[in-house]
């Protein structure tokens, strides 16, 4: 990941905010309330995922 690589995650609790998120160029979504056993893989994913 080089210095320029900026990951996304989206955080809201408005359900149709995901597709705004998404379409906006996000890496992922998370829902609120934020569970920490959801979002610690997650984040996880998207650092180790390579974008397209």
């Known amino acids: 990941m080089g210095a320029t690589d900026v990951k996304i995650v989206g955080v809201s609790a408005d359900d149709n905010a995901m597709e705004a998120f998404m379409g906006a160029g996000a890496d992922d979504f998370v829902p609120k309330p934020v ?6 893989p997650m984040v ?6 390579k974008k397209n």
Do not use: A
């Open 35 to 40: 569970r920490p056993e959801i979002l610690q």
């Open 44 to 49: 996880q994913e998207v650092i180790n995922k």
